[in-house]
């Protein structure tokens, strides 16, 4: 069965500053691995995935991901933080299925300081 | 560009009626959920189908009926709305695939109060 599970549910950092929110993933199966942001009273949308290819993983807005599969791993990472960034953020792993069912962490809210 | 369309962002419905959530994708994708979101409790699949007419229980089914007549539009029903199912209902859509791993897209959500 899979599963995920982002280790911090509230980030804050300083605009400017790196950011990293963490996601760790249980998989019976060579897993998919998605980053999904949300801002307030908005859909999701897609940070960037991962499907098997390189591990090393970049997306829209300066995002980027590791797949860390001795670590059973995907975190999230960008280099500066910008006040836009601010959101929530979902790490998703894929269900080994045709159906394309995907299982969400619980979510990692992201707050910018100016 | 990918379109997910919910066609009520902000509804208020009153304890017992029939509530009717529809939801329209113009990528001619086959798999097409719907979620609720709530505080603390994340995304939760409520039902899934995909093909038309085709659907599938997701995790949180009770209460919820859903209808796939054409391909492009999934609707959620509830039979008879109760207060703890005031949330955001989020419509998605997929493309068929052998593998996992194809991206999933969102509608902008749909604001549900039952009062």
């Known amino acids: 069965a899979q599963s995920v599970t982002q280790l911090d549910s509230h980030v804050s950092v300083s605009e400017g500053t790196p950011v990293l929110l963490r996601c760790n993933y249980s998989?019976?199966?060579?897993?998919?691995l998605f980053w999904y942001v949300q801002h307030p009273n908005k859909g999701l949308q897609l940070l960037l995935k991962y499907t098997s290819a390189a591990t090393l993983v970049k997306g829209i807005n300066g995002f980027e991901a590791e797949f860390k599969k001795s670590e059973t791993s995907f975190h999230l990472t960008k280099p500066s933080a910008h006040m836009s960034d601010a959101a929530e953020y979902f790490c998703v792993v894929s269900a080994w299925s045709n159906t394309g069912k995907l299982i969400f962490g619980q979510g990692t809210t992201l707050q910018v300081k100016p | 560009d990918v379109k997910v369309t919910q066609s009520s962002r902000y509804l208020v419905k009153r304890t017992g009626e029939k509530v009717f959530l529809e939801c329209v994708q113009d990528m001619d994708h086959e798999n097409m959920f719907w979620y609720r979101q709530d505080p603390g409790l994340g995304l939760r699949l409520i039902y899934f189908?995909?093909?038309?007419?085709?659907?599938e229980k997701g995790d949180i089914p009770e209460g919820y009926s859903v209808s796939r007549e054409k391909k492009e539009r999934f609707s959620l029903i509830l039979e008879s709305a109760s207060t703890n199912q005031t949330s955001m209902y989020l419509c998605?859509?997929?493309?068929?695939?052998?593998?996992?791993?194809?991206?999933?897209?969102f509608g902008e959500g749909s604001w549900l109060t039952v009062v």
């Open positions: 998605a859509s997929s493309p068929r695939q052998g593998h996992s791993g194809n991206t999933i897209y």
């Open positions: 998989s019976s199966y060579s897993p998919s």
């Open positions: 189908s995909y093909d038309v007419k085709m659907k």
